[in-house]
């Protein structure tokens, strides 16, 4: 899964963006760029949290079980806590 980071939308498969057609060492060649298919935005790659159901913007964890957790959903404590 993906998510834009501009539009916000979560998408299965991004859309390839070429660039202008250039040439390395005598090779012609075609820089390609991932993209949003609804707003051509920058996109990264998502998970969703096995807790919320919500995709995963910043920091998770995975669980030993294989669970995945978001940054909302679990804090850090200290022993002193």
Avoid: A, S, W
Avoid at 10 to 21: K, V
Avoid at 51 to 78: A, F, M, R, S, W
């Amino acid at each position: 899964m993906y998510i834009c980071l501009d539009c916000r939308k979560i998408f299965d498969e991004p859309e390839i963006e070429y660039g202008e057609q250039l040439e390395y060492f005598g090779v012609p060649c075609r820089e390609e760029t991932l993209v949003c298919p609804n707003c051509k935005g920058v996109i990264k790659e998502t998970l969703k949290c096995d807790y919320c159901g919500e995709y995963i913007e910043g920091d998770y964890i995975k669980l030993p079980d294989g669970q995945i957790v978001c940054d909302e959903c679990y804090t850090v404590k200290n022993i002193l806590d």
